[in-house]
C-alpha cells in the first residue's frame, strides 16, 4: 500500500484532516506499516504541532530507528517541551 506517500503528501502540505484520515484507515485496515511509513505519520504529526498524536504513534511503534528518534525530539524541541529520562523509553 502507499500510505507512506500520502502520510508524506499531507505532511508536507500541512493537511491534518487528510492526514489523520490515512491514519484511520490504516488502523481499521489492519495494516501493520513499516518502520518508514511510521516516521512519515510521526513528520506529519510534528509538522502541525500534535506530539500528543506524535508520541502515541511513536510508543507504539514495534520498531524504531534514528529517524523516528529524531522526529519525536525535533517536535518536543520544536514546542520547548524537555524530555525528562522517565519520559523516554527504549
Not at 502507499?2 to 481499521?28: E, M, N
Amino acid at each position: 500500500m502507499c500510505f507512506d506517500r500520502l502520510l508524506r503528501l499531507f505532511g508536507d502540505t500541512r493537511c491534518i484532516p487528510s492526514g489523520r484520515a490515512v491514519h484511520g484507515k490504516i488502523i481499521t485496515s489492519g495494516f501493520l506499516p513499516d518502520v518508514y511509513a511510521n516516521n512519515q505519520l510521526l513528520s506529519l504529526y510534528v509538522k502541525v504541532n500534535r506530539l500528543d498524536d506524535d508520541r502515541k504513534v511513536f510508543d507504539a511503534m514495534p520498531e524504531r530507528n534514528l529517524v523516528s528518534w529524531t522526529a519525536l525530539v525535533s517536535g518536543y524541541s520544536k514546542m520547548d517541551i524537555v524530555l525528562k529520562g522517565r519520559d523516554i523509553c527504549f
